[in-house]
C-alpha cells in the first residue's frame, strides 16, 4: 500500500465499532419457520456505494447485500463471486479470476468480469472522488490515474471474456487476495449507476444486488433498515436467516432495555451495564482486529510538536484502569497501533502486535510522575507556560466517557510552571470523520479496522499525505520503512517483516501516535444464534448462520 489517500473507517470503525455485531432470532431453522434478526449498530449508513464507503457500519450493510470475488468464511478465504480461487502467475503479478456462470444482480441480469472491471475503474477515477481509490495502488496504472496522468480505461484490471477477470500488478502485493474482500473492490451494475448519477448509493431503490441479503427500506438517514434473503444468489442454499432487522442505538440503557424487552436479539454495552451483566448467559466478547488511539494535529497545537509533551500525554492514560472502569468491555491494552491475534511471521509463528510491543511497553504505560517531569521539560523546550487544545469524539455513551477519562487524566499533568487546559468535543460519527480528515481537529480519539489481516493496513495510515493521517504527521525515517516493506521487501518475508516491526515501534516511540486499546466488544447476544463467524475486517458473514 504505497499511497497518498489512506481510507477507511472499516476500521475506523471508529467509536461506532462496536458496530452491527452478532444477532439472533425466531425459531429453528428445523422448524420450516423464516428466522429473523435484529441488529443493533451505532450509527446511520453513510452510503451504499462501493467506492464511497470508509465505514464498518456501511462496510457490514454491504458485506451483506454484495458478493465480491473472495468472502471470508470465518479467518478462511474462499471463492464468492469467483468459482475457484485465482490462478497466479510464477512472478506474482498477474491474477486471473473465473466468474461463476449463473450468478445474478437482483434485477435478473447476470454478473459478469465487465461488472467488476467497470466498477474499479470506477473506484480509482477521480472525479468518483473515492476516499479508498489508495488501495488499488500497486495494479498496474492505478497511482497514475487516480493522480489524472493516465485514463481509467487503462486500469490493469480486465474483462477478458464474459467469466475472465484479469488482474496485472505492477509489484507483487503479499496480501493482494485478502485485500480484495473489502468492498472497494465488490462489483456494481453499470446501468444502475449511469441511470441514478449522484444518487447512486443513496437510497434502496438506486441499487441492485448480487449477495446473500438485498437491501428494504432504506432511504438513507434511516435510524432503522431492512435487509432480505435473496432467492438469487448462488449460496442461497446456506442463507439460513432470512430477515435482518437494524436499529441504531447510541446508548447503553436504551441498548440494555431493548435487549431485554426481546426487540432486539444483538446489542454492544460498555461501561457500567456490561460489567453489571457479565454473568449474563447472554454476556459474550468480541475480539476485533481493530485498535483505538489518539492522533495529534501539530500543525494546529504548536506544543504537539514537541516529543517530549506527547510522550508525557501517552504516560498519564492508565489503559488498564480505563478499560476497567469506562469501557468494561473486554478490550486490551496496546503499545502500538496494531493489533494482537491478526498477522503471524510465517516463519516463526509469532503474533505481529505482540513482538512489537515488546521494546516500546514503557511509552504506553502508566507513569504520572515520568508523565509529568517530561511535560514540564517539553513545555520548557517548546518555550510555553500553557498547553491548551480540544480533543474530539463520537458522541455515544462510550466516546462521552472516552473524553471525560482523558480530559481527567491529561489535566494531571498541569503544575506551577507548566498548565493544560483540555476541552472535549462530542460529534456524531460522521461529523467526527469530516473534521479530523479535513484536520480541524486538535486532537482526535479514533480507530482502525483492518482491511485486511495485515499489519500494513495499519501502519501505512501514518505516511506522509495519508488521508486518515488525522495529525498530519510526516516522517521521512517512517515513510521509508513502509516504502520498504510495500516495494524493495515485499516479496522477503523476513525483511518485509522487520520494517514493519521497526515502523510500527518507531510510531509508539516517538509518541506520533497515541496507542489506547484493542477493542474487545461486548455483547448481549441471543443464546440460540449460532455460527456468527467474524471475519479478519471486523465483519459478520451471515451465509451459514442459523437461529436454533
Known amino acids: 500500500m504505497a499511497q497518498k489517500n489512506k481510507a477507511i473507517w472499516l476500521s475506523v470503525?471508529?467509536?461506532t465499532l462496536a458496530l452491527t455485531l452478532s444477532a439472533c432470532g425466531s425459531k429453528s431453522a428445523d422448524?420450516?419457520?423464516?428466522?429473523?434478526?435484529?441488529?443493533?449498530?451505532?450509527?446511520?449508513?453513510?452510503?451504499?456505494?462501493?467506492?464511497?464507503?470508509?465505514?464498518?457500519?456501511?462496510?457490514q450493510a454491504m458485506e451483506n447485500v454484495y458478493s465480491g470475488l473472495y468472502r471470508y468464511d470465518g479467518n478462511k478465504l474462499k471463492p464468492d463471486m469467483a468459482s475457484k480461487m485465482a490462478t497466479v502467475s510464477k512472478d506474482q503479478k498477474t491474477y486471473t479470476f473465473t466468474i461463476r456462470k449463473g450468478a445474478k444482480w437482483s434485477d435478473g441480469k447476470?454478473?459478469?468480469?465487465?461488472?467488476?472491471e467497470y466498477a474499479w475503474q470506477r473506484a480509482v477515477t477521480p472525479a468518483t472522488k473515492s476516499e479508498y481509490a489508495y488501495i488499488f495502488s500497486g495494479i498496474k496504472n492505478a497511482d497514475a490515474i487516480t493522480a489524472g496522468k493516465k485514463a481509467p480505461s487503462t486500469l490493469g484490471a480486465k474483462a477478458i471474456g464474459k467469466y475472465k477477470f484479469q488482474v496485472t500488478l505492477e509489484k507483487p502485493i503479499p496480501y493482494f487476495q485478502s485485500m480484495?474482500?473489502?468492498?472497494?473492490?465488490?462489483?456494481?451494475?453499470?446501468?444502475?449507476?449511469?441511470?441514478?448519477?449522484?444518487k447512486y448509493g443513496t437510497s434502496a431503490k438506486t441499487l441492485t444486488f448480487n449477495g446473500p441479503y438485498v437491501m428494504k427500506k432504506w432511504n438513507g438517514s434511516d435510524n432503522t433498515w431492512k435487509q432480505t434473503k435473496n432467492s438469487k444468489y448462488w449460496n442461497a442454499k446456506n442463507v439460513h436467516i432470512t430477515t435482518i432487522k437494524n436499529q441504531v442505538v447510541k446508548d447503553n440503557s436504551t441498548a440494555l432495555n431493548l435487549f431485554q424487552a426481546d426487540k432486539i436479539t444483538d446489542v454492544a454495552v460498555s461501561g457500567d451495564t456490561a460489567m453489571q451483566m457479565k454473568n449474563d448467559k447472554a454476556y459474550n466478547v468480541v475480539g476485533m482486529n481493530a485498535t483505538y488511539y489518539l492522533e495529534m494535529n501539530q500543525q494546529r497545537i504548536a506544543g504537539f510538536k514537541n516529543q517530549k509533551i506527547r510522550e508525557a500525554l501517552s504516560l498519564?492514560?492508565?489503559?488498564?484502569?480505563?478499560?476497567?472502569?469506562?469501557?468494561?468491555d473486554g478490550s486490551e491494552p496496546i503499545a502500538t497501533v496494531v493489533p494482537s491475534k491478526m498477522m503471524y511471521n510465517d516463519k516463526?509463528?509469532?503474533?505481529?502486535?505482540?513482538?512489537?510491543?515488546?521494546?516500546?511497553?514503557s511509552y504506553a504505560s502508566y507513569d504520572l510522575s515520568k508523565a509529568k517531569k517530561l511535560f514540564a521539560e517539553g513545555m520548557k523546550e517548546a518555550g510555553q507556560k500553557n498547553l491548551e487544545f480540544t480533543i474530539t469524539s463520537d458522541d455515544t455513551d462510550a466516546a462521552k466517557s472516552t473524553l471525560e477519562y482523558l480530559q481527567n487524566a491529561f489535566s494531571k499533568l498541569s503544575s506551577s510552571d507548566a498548565k493544560i487546559t483540555v476541552k472535549t468535543k462530542s460529534v456524531p460519527f460522521k461529523t467526527r470523520v469530516s473534521l479530523s480528515m479535513a484536520h480541524k481537529t486538535d486532537m482526535v480519539v479514533t480507530a482502525w479496522s483492518a482491511d485486511f489481516p495485515d499489519a500494513i493496513s495499519f501502519l501505512s495510515l501514518f505516511t506522509t499525505g495519508a488521508s486518515y493521517n488525522m495529525g498530519n504527521i510526516s516522517d521521512s525515517h517512517y515513510d521509508k520503512l513502509i516504502s520498504a516493506a510495500n516495494t524493495t521487501d515485499a516479496t522477503n518475508?523476513?525483511?518485509r517483516w522487520n520494517d514493519m516491526q521497526?515502523?510500527?515501534?518507531?510510531?509508539?516511540?516517538?509518541s506520533l501516535v497515541i496507542p489506547m486499546y484493542q477493542v474487545g466488544t461486548a455483547h448481549l447476544t441471543k443464546i440460540t444464534v449460532k455460527n456468527m463467524r467474524y471475519t479478519p475486517n471486523s465483519l459478520i458473514n451471515f451465509v451459514g448462520a442459523t437461529n436454533k
Open 502 to 510: 521497526e515502523a510500527a515501534q518507531y510510531l509508539t516511540k516517538k
Open 316 to 328: 498519564a492514560v492508565n489503559r488498564k484502569s480505563f478499560i476497567k472502569k469506562v469501557l468494561g
Open 493 to 495: 518475508t523476513t525483511k
Open 348 to 361: 516463526t509463528g509469532k503474533d505481529f502486535g505482540p513482538e512489537a510491543a515488546k521494546k516500546v511497553q
Open 180 to 198: 480484495i474482500t473489502l468492498q472497494t473492490f465488490d462489483p456494481v451494475e453499470k446501468s444502475q449507476v449511469t441511470k441514478w448519477g449522484k
Open 31 to 59: 422448524s420450516g419457520k423464516k428466522q429473523s434478526v435484529t441488529i443493533m449498530s451505532k450509527d446511520v449508513i453513510s452510503t451504499m456505494d462501493p467506492a464511497l464507503a470508509t465505514d464498518t457500519i456501511s462496510g
Open 13 to 15: 470503525m471508529a467509536t
Open 110 to 116: 447476470e454478473v459478469t468480469a465487465k461488472d467488476f
